[in-house]
Every structure is written in C-alpha cells, then in structure tokens.
C-alpha cells in the first residue's frame, strides 16, 4: 500500500507493523494488538486492537474485527470497526460493515448491510491520491 494512502488514520500508527506479503496466503484465526497490513491472502477471523490496512489487491475470506480498519481490497465477511472504517475506490465488499465512522470513497462496492454505531452520517468521497506516480 503506498505510503501516502490513507494517511489519516496511518499518521496515528506507531511502531512496526505486521505484515501479511503479497503472495503469502494465512489460514487460521488470529489475534494482537497494533498495525497489521495485509497484502496477500486470509482466510480466517480476526480481533484486532490497532489498524488493520487490507491492500489494494489483498483477499479476505472470514470477518474482521478492529479498533480501525482501511479496505482497499476484496472482503467476502463482515467487518466491524470500533472506531473508523475507510473503503477506498478500490473496495469490495461481500458482507455488512459496521462502524462508529465510516467514509466510502466513490468506486468501493459493498454487497450488504451498513451500520453506523454512532451520531455521525457516512462519508462519502472521491480519491483525490493517485496510485502512479506523476509525470513531471
């Protein structure tokens, strides 16, 4: 995931993350506690307390669970964040979100349920970062 995506919530993580790489494959249900980035594959339930970043071109087969979550990938599962969800254009979603703020960039498909747990409305927005780097 480039590190200019999503930095509101990445500008929050400290530490080193966990990293699942592109091409690696998890099965199994997993807990801890931090930042987690998933490249590769899960299958598998998770309980996350810290953000949990799904990379542009990750799977995940099972529900997720965290404090924070960022979707660029594909989701057949719930999600449930305690705090903020964020789905990028590049989303999919095949199973309800929930979350206590949730911002949907236009493009993200989601096949299912919404709930917002909290006063706020859901954000809607349009990916204003690229994923190429510029010409110059």
């Known amino acids: 995931m ?4 999503f930095r509101r919530m990445l500008d ?8 699942i790489g592109n091409g690696t494959t998890f099965s199994g249900d997993f807990s801890g506690a ?10 598998g339930n998770c309980q996350i307390d810290g953000l949990l970043s799904l990379a542009a071109g990750g ?13 660029a990938g594909d989701v057949d599962g719930n999600v449930f964040a ?3 969800l964020e789905l990028a ?5 095949s199973g309800s979100i929930n979350g206590a ?4 960039a236009e493009g993200a498909v989601i096949q299912g349920e919404m709930h917002v ?12 970062r690229k994923d190429e780097p510029e010409d110059s």
């Open 34 to 43: 931090g930042h987690f980035v998933i490249c590769g594959s899960v299958e």
């Open 12 to 19: 929050t993580v400290s530490g080193s993350p966990t990293f």
């Open 82 to 84: 305690d705090t903020k």
């Open 59 to 71: 799977q995940w087969k099972g529900d997720i669970h965290a404090r924070n979550v960022v979707v």
């Open 117 to 128: 747990r909290g006063s706020e409305t859901v954000k809607r927005f349009k990916e204003k």
């Open 89 to 93: 254009y590049t989303a999919r979603v």
């Open 101 to 104: 703020s949730i911002a949907i």
């Open 2 to 5: 480039p590190a200019g995506k």
